[in-house]
């Protein structure tokens, strides 16, 4: 089926209202606005005049932020600390109109927190405060009750996987087999350390080093890319496969078409930040809105390339994916 105009708004409006639930690693990305005149006197680097600071929702929070922007009702799920950045950060998302009733607080760790140095649109360093360390049995426990009482009436899974500990072995089977058993559409992004985990969900979306890693197989060209694709869904008894590649696109691995290559749509890049978050967010949310795994990236392509355009992490509106997409 064409992707056309209607079957677009077909899609997105079985998307309103969609409940999805967003598990793994929550991250804050603040960023520090200012300007460079001058070079310090103290050692040869510059300083910057801060003109504001903001806070915007990171990993696994950035995931539900997209979802919600296009007009599904996404369930968060992790942790934060019992400090102000995690309070702090409630309150944000609160105000996003996340639930934030999965999110719980792990007194024994900080709020990941990334903070971003920006000085005129171009980032000069960050900045990262976290313990990467895995989550405790307990902890763990918690947050598997979490997706499994949110799972309840939802239409797909997410997992965001940035191996700061919260996604676990133990929680990432868990919520996997109780997800497959209810027949939910699972969507993982992965991290290479976790992957043998993610056999059987219905789709992972790494980026081309991540696959390459996983496989073995470093992606530098057209061959190696079907190769490392199809490794991945053979290996892992994947139904697809999306592999993203940067400013090249991205690449659908399914068991019905071994390669789909999607050429990129962005004419500008200024920030990658979050551009993941954005494809997985969207893929999930079109295929819970109906669509076929090629439509679906399709859709996540041309939002990545909204959002690759703004600096910091960003979302994309459906208006926007649209206009995008046809004009």
């Known amino acids: 089926m064409k992707l056309t105009p209607k079957r677009f708004d077909a899609i997105f409006n079985k998307i309103q209202g969609a409940k999805i639930v967003v598990a793994g690693d929550i991250i804050v990305d603040r960023y520090v ?14 300083v910057v005049g801060v003109r504001k600071e903001t806070l915007r929702p990171g990993g696994g929070s950035n995931v539900a932020n997209n979802l919600r922007a296009l007009g599904a009702r996404p369930v968060c799920v992790g942790v934060v600390g019992n400090d102000h950045a995690g309070r702090e950060f409630k309150l944000l998302l609160k105000k996003q109109d996340i639930d934030i009733r999965g999110i719980a607080v792990d ?12 000085a005129h649109n171009q980032q000069m360093i960050r900045i990262d405060s976290e313990a990467t360390r895995e989550l405790s049995l307990t902890m763990e426990n918690i947050l598997t009750r ?3 009482k949110n799972l309840a009436g939802a239409r797909g899974l997410i997992i965001s996987d940035y191996a700061k500990g919260v996604v676990t072995r133990g929680f990432i089977r868990a919520i996997v087999s109780y997800a497959r058993k209810k027949g939910l559409f699972i969507a993982v992004d992965p991290k290479e350390k976790h992957i043998d ?33 199809a490794k991945l869904v053979k290996d892992l008894s994947l139904p697809a496969c999306l592999i993203t590649l940067g400013e090249n696109g991205m690449a659908l691995f399914s ?40 439509e679906a990236a399709v859709i996540a392509n041309h939002a990545a390339g909204i959002v ?16 995008a997409m046809f004009g």
């Open 33 to 46: 606005w200012g300007d460079v005149d001058r070079i310090s006197q103290e050692a040869p680097v510059p």
């Open 197 to 229: 985990a993610y056999a059987g969900v219905s789709i992972i979306t790494p980026n081309h080093k991540e696959a390459g890693n996983a496989t073995g197989i470093p992606i530098i060209d057209d061959a190696t890319l079907r190769r490392a694709g």
């Open 255 to 294: 068991e019905k078409d071994p390669l789909v290559k999607i050429p990129t749509v962005a004419r500008e890049v200024f920030d990658v930040t979050g551009a993941g978050d954005t494809v997985i967010s969207v893929f999930t949310a079109a295929v819970a809105g109906g669509a076929t795994l090629h």
């Open 107 to 118: 007194r024994s760790r900080p709020t990941t927190v990334k903070t971003r140095i920006i």
């Open 308 to 323: 690759i355009r703004e600096v910091g992490t960003a979302i994309a509106l459906p208006a926007q994916i649209r206009a």
């Open 146 to 148: 979490m997706v499994i």
